[in-house]
Each structure stands twice: as C-alpha cells, then as structure tokens.
C-alpha cells in the first residue's frame, strides 16, 4: 500500500507562551512524520525555496517515503503561529509557490498511489486541480490551503464552493474551514446525502467527529495542557484517515487512531508519535461506546 502526497513544506515559528520554537512544518511534513511511525510507504512531491535545508530534513522525517523536491529560487515560505490562549494567529511570509498539473501528473502516474493526499497551504493546488486529479487519482483533501487568504502577512479564512469535495474519498477540515464550506445544516446534510468516503470535522480540545459508510461518530480528543502547541495536529490527524482507508478501517479504529495521533503529538511533539499505542487500545473501546452522536446536531445544535 502506498500513499501519494503532494503539498509544501514550509519553516515553521510557533510562539507559545511567549517562548519560539523553530523548526520544520507544512502539512508535508507531519503527516510523512506520522505515516513513517505508522509504517506506511508514501510518495510525496513536494516544493522548497532555496534556504530549505533539505539533508536535514531527510534525516529528521525518517526513511518510509520517497520525496522528489521542486526547488525555487526564492526564500522558504514561512508560518508565524502565535498562540495566546487556546487561540491562534498565523502569519506567513514567501508564498506564492503553484504545483503545475503536467509535474504532478507525471511524478504520481507511473506509480499509481492507493489514495493521493492533495494537502495545499495556501493556494499552491487549485479546486479545478483537485477536480482533474480525482480523475487519475482517489483523492483526500484537506481544504485549509483553498480557504486561506493573506492580506499584510497576516493569514484569515474566506469561502469557496465546496461542491469538488464529492469527487474525494476523504476531507479533513477544521471548524472554522467547516463553516467557510457549509454554513448551515442544510448545505452540511445535501452534500453528506450520498457521499461515500470520510468526512472529518475537529475540533480542538472538543474532539472531533467522523462520518464513513453512513456511521456518524464522536472521537474525545484526551486532555492537553492549556499552553501546548498544537501545530501539527490535524496533519497527524490526516496521516490517520489516510492510512485507514488503505487498510480498510472501521469508522471506530479511524477516529481513535486519528485522536490518539494528535494527543501524542501535542504532547510528546513529533519524537513522540510511537506513544500513540498507549492511547489508541483505550480511546478505541471509548469511541465505540460514546461515538455514536450525529455530528450534525453537535456542529450545528451548539
């Protein structure tokens, strides 16, 4: 089984508690990080600027992927993540980067990957991109990068037409992305009308909610520390759904797998990520006692 992902790796700057952290970061990243602890093979295209310290980050992310590097002659994007309370502001610096079709096509064609993570940050892969690949491709998304806008550095959410997401097997989105796609209960329930693949909603310290084969689940995120930083943790949670669907996971397995990945990264950070085991057997036998909630009465019913 072998997993495509195509996305940027960026440099990342996590302020928390008024103290920085420095090191790598982009959607890329975590979810290599988390499939190489979960022992699943992965392709990735993937662009850098000319600072990126790629011997480095080879050596840091493990040796389960095969990584081929579009490099631009320009600095490495950059996220700023400032986090005051259980808020966070994002800056960026040095986007601007695009994945053109024919590259794509040509690097994940000859090897045809049992599911083709489309993981963009901010714009670089386009809705009618997403909408060729699902051609070629079953195609997981995580929208956050077409959402996203900048404006003075600054990063903020606007709205798109969600209508491509059907043609994917699985979309991993935040609140916040979730209300920029579907405003309202009805938009919610039409698109889930028929859909066949995962559909996931997290939501921080509040856990998070999966749909997969007409099964609608609850997943408790376990207990963080109010100051941690949760950079990361919907790409782990990605890497998860990701590499359920290639082996064939029940909705149940999936959501514990995914909040036992975010919990370890949180709080161990991205070293720690072989814990998961510790707490995947536990919030399984949970999630199969309290899952069953429909998450369209918990999103829009708060």
């Given at each position: 089984m072998t997993v495509g992902l195509v996305g940027l790796l960026a440099l990342d700057e996590n302020v928390v508690g008024g103290v920085e952290r420095r090191g790598f970061g982009g959607s890329v990243y975590y979810v290599s990080k988390a499939l190489d602890t979960l022992g699943l093979d992965y392709r990735v295209l993937t662009a850098v600027g000319s600072d990126f310290p790629i011997e480095m980050f080879l050596e840091d992310v493990g040796y389960g992927g095969v990584f081929h590097f579009l490099r631009y002659s320009g600095p490495n994007l950059v996220f700023r993540n400032v986090y005051i309370d259980d808020s966070r502001?994002?800056?960026?610096?040095?986007?601007?980067?695009?994945?053109?079709?024919?590259?794509?096509?040509?690097?994940?064609?000859?090897?045809?990957?049992?599911?083709?993570?489309?993981?963009?940050?901010?714009?670089?892969?386009?809705?009618?991109?997403?909408l060729v690949l699902s051609k070629y491709f079953d195609v997981a998304v995580d929208p956050q990068g077409l959402v996203r806008r900048v404006s003075g550095g600054r990063v903020s959410g606007s709205p798109i037409d969600p209508r491509y997401l059907s043609k994917c097997v699985a979309?991993?989105?935040?609140m916040d992305e979730l209300y920029l796609l579907y405003p309202d209960r009805l938009s919610m329930e039409v698109f889930l009308d028929g859909y066949g693949g995962v559909f996931a909603v997290t939501m921080g310290r509040e856990g998070s909610l999966i749909y997969l084969d007409d099964v609608y689940v609850y997943v408790p995120a376990p207990p963080v520390p109010r100051d941690a930083d949760t950079t990361g943790a919907?790409?782990?949670?990605?890497?998860?759904?990701?590499?359920?669907?290639?082996?064939?996971?029940?909705?149940?397995?999936?959501?514990?797998?995914?909040?036992?990945?975010?919990y370890t990264l949180i709080s161990s950070g991205v070293g720690g990520l072989m814990g998961y085991?510790?707490?995947?057997?536990?919030?399984?036998?949970?999630?199969d006692e309290i899952g069953r909630k429909i998450f369209l009465d918990i999103l829009y019913g708060r």
């Open positions: 502001v994002q800056y960026v610096r040095n986007h601007g980067y695009v994945f053109y079709m024919d590259v794509m096509l040509d690097f994940f064609c000859p090897s045809k990957p049992d599911v083709l993570a489309v993981l963009p940050i901010i714009g670089e892969v386009s809705i009618g991109d997403i979309v991993k989105v935040s919907g790409d782990v949670y990605m890497a998860a759904i990701l590499y359920g669907l290639v082996n064939g996971y029940s909705v149940f397995e999936l959501g514990a797998l995914a909040s036992s990945l975010c085991r510790s707490v995947y057997d536990e919030l399984l036998d949970l999630v």
